[in-house]
């Protein structure tokens, strides 16, 4: 006797999309990239699909807002294939993403209210100091860059300050022509050297980059902060990204229950 009922009911692809207002090519491609178990075949070549493929979508679908694409997909075919722990291991890495990003958002809104503080004199020493002629300097070797936590006491270097933030020092000369990001010039070399305004003001681009902000909607802040020397200028803009972080973790909730409705259909039709 069959375990699940469920496998005896026959879909075609519309009565999985039509709920969802998907196209039925939609739901064939999804398949053929093991977002959905494969479906049976009738004598005439058709595709059928049971219960088991809807809740399949269902699940898939409540995972994209928390996840996103790359990232549900590869869920939903670890699943598919019996590897619930390759499954369970990506979602961990959203949790991972998400606690990140609210610990980001701490980090710009501590460094904002940091604003105020004066950068170092331009007589003021940088530590580790390049010798003239040398490119502007990087690390001698590459190491784990650290979460952003706040503004840094000793004036950096180009290198180090795109280490410290994973991003490439062109990165960083694009902000400086942008004009969010204003290093001073040592004199005998000419190397950028970043005070502790500076890092400030390239941590609170770097943050607003990852809160998806762009360099058009990010320079009026920066000037409104520098010339209001606070958080003020700032609030709705973070509130937003707060906003979204608190609807980023219930979506993986709901992608969460979803997934574990369908974990629990496969289990019962074995």
Wanted: proline share 10%; no cysteine; charged share 25%.
């Amino acid at each position: 006797m069959e375990k699940n009922p469920q496998n005896r009911v026959r879909l075609r692809p519309v009565d999985l999309a039509r709920p969802h207002g998907l196209s039925t090519q939609a739901v064939r491609n999804y398949e053929e990239a093991g977002i959905l178990p494969a479906a049976a075949r009738t004598e005439s070549g058709y595709r059928t699909y049971s219960p088991l493929h809807a809740q399949a979508l269902d699940a898939f679908l409540a995972l994209l807002p928390g996840h996103g694409h790359p990232t549900a997909t590869g869920i939903m075919r670890a699943v598919n294939r019996g590897a619930a722990d390759e499954a369970f291991r990506l979602i961990d890495e959203s949790h991972a993403q998400l606690l990140e990003d609210r610990r980001t958002l701490s980090a710009v809104e501590s460094a904002l209210r940091d604003l105020g503080a004066g950068a170092p004199e331009p007589g003021d020493s940088a530590a580790g100091a390049p010798h003239p002629g040398e490119p502007e300097p990087r690390p001698p070797a590459p190491v784990a860059p650290a979460p952003p936590e706040g503004p840094t006491s000793a004036p950096t270097f180009i290198g180090p300050l795109a280490d410290r933030l994973s991003v490439r020092p062109a990165t960083l000369r694009k902000w400086e022509a942008a004009g969010l990001v204003r290093p001073r010039r040592d004199p005998l070399t000419g190397y950028r050297v970043y005070g502790e305004a500076e890092v400030r003001d390239a941590l609170l681009v770097h943050q607003l980059r990852r809160g998806g902000y762009l360099l058009e909607q990010i320079a009026p802040l920066v000037d409104r902060v520098r010339a209001a020397g606070g958080l003020e200028p700032l609030e709705a803009a973070l509130g937003d990204w707060r906003s979204r972080l608190a609807g980023r973790g219930r979506a993986l909730l709901t992608g969460s229950a979803k997934l574990d409705a369908y974990l629990g259909e496969r289990e019962r039709g074995r």
